[in-house]
């Protein structure tokens, strides 16, 4: 199944059957200045996660999840870290326990000047009730050292590592989307498939639903109908569905770009001409140092 319809998240949400998801992956919008963003405080944000989170915790079976990825809002330099905020407003609900805080790191963006750019957004994993799905052997990813062994004991000598690789942990390097990227459409927030790939092959039984009541440019779609499960989305802009219809499309023709998972981060070359030193900065950095002494 693969519905994707041009609707309110809230009623989209109430539209659902009772425990009919087996697993949310959503990004809302959070004040940062986008046409689709009406909100522009903070109290604007809480109020909609207040708002939705009975339907989300509704619609969710017993043993699913909800995935929820955000940022950090930021005005003068001053910091609101969105994920504490939707977590304060979740958390409420007795029927829901955070598994994890995902960190989504990745190397470009905006910079800043009077503090520390940001390089990371998160991800808060939610799950419906105290036995949950989670199949970490389908997400697994090459051991650092696998050649390692038991150094005592009875397995003395033995592989210490698991054949299948270890768990990725909760820090995730995946390159944001941005210009250049394989997957870039005209969506200004759109994030990579392959950061919710990971969430649905661990979270999600085969055929099971995903849904992304904020769908945007589909990447959760697409994301969900690769690894084979059912999806449905949803968003108020209409050129976003036409966008998000279209990647599904040609994911289903065989002829969408996705930038796969395990790819390695691309290093340039000390040869490449990118990585070159300008003259200039050489210059430069010789007389700040004869400064400095």
């Known amino acids: ?14 539209e659902l059957p009772s425990q009919s998801v087996d697993l949310v992956v959503s990004s809302p919008p959070y004040f940062i200045g986008k046409e689709y963003d009406s909100s522009r405080e903070v109290e604007d944000f809480v109020a909609l996660h207040e708002k939705l989170s009975s339907q989300l915790v509704r619609v969710v079976k017993p043993g699913g999840s909800i995935c929820w990825q955000v940022g950090s ?3 003068e330099n001053i910091v609101v870290p969105l994920d504490a905020l939707v977590y304060s407003v979740f958390s409420k609900s007795k029927e829901i326990h955070l598994r994890n805080r995902m960190i989504w790191t990745f190397g470009h963006g905006e910079h800043a000047r009077r503090r520390f750019s940001g390089r990371h957004e ?8 105290a036995d949950y799905a989670f199949n970490l052997d389908a997400v697994r990813v090459p051991q650092k ?3 390692k062994k038991h150094y005592r004991g009875p397995k003395q000598g033995e592989p210490s590592g698991n054949p299948l690789g270890k768990n990725p942990g909760d820090v995730w390097e995946i390159p944001n989307v941005k210009a250049g990227h394989v997957e870039k459409t005209d969506h200004p927030c ?9 969430l649905v092959k661990a979270l999600c039984p085969m055929d099971g639903l995903v849904i992304d009541p904020y769908m945007g440019a589909g990447s959760t779609g697409v994301a969900a109908i690769s690894e084979g499960r059912q999806f449905a989305g949803c968003d108020i802009e209409a050129r976003y569905i036409k966008i998000a219809r279209a990647r599904i499309k040609a994911l289903q023709a ?3 770009k996705i930038r796969p998972l395990d790819r390695p981060i691309h290093v340039p070359s000390a040869n490449d001409a990118v990585a070159q030193i300008p003259p200039a900065w050489r210059a430069r950095a010789n ?7």
């Not at 609707?7 to 949400?13: G, I, P, R, S, W």
């Not at 759109?190 to 990971?198: D, H, K, N, S, Y």
């Not at 007389?287 to 002494?293: D, F, N, P, Q, V």
């Open 1 to 14: 199944m693969e519905t994707t319809v041009l609707k309110d998240a809230y009623v989209f949400l109430c």
């Open 122 to 129: 998160t991800i808060l994993w939610f799950t419906k009730g």
């Open 145 to 147: 050292y696998p050649g």
């Open 73 to 75: 809002h930021v005005r």
């Open 190 to 198: 759109q994030f990579p498939v392959a950061l919710v790939q990971r």
């Open 254 to 256: 065989g002829t969408l």
């Open 287 to 293: 007389i700040a140092l004869a400064a400095s002494r």
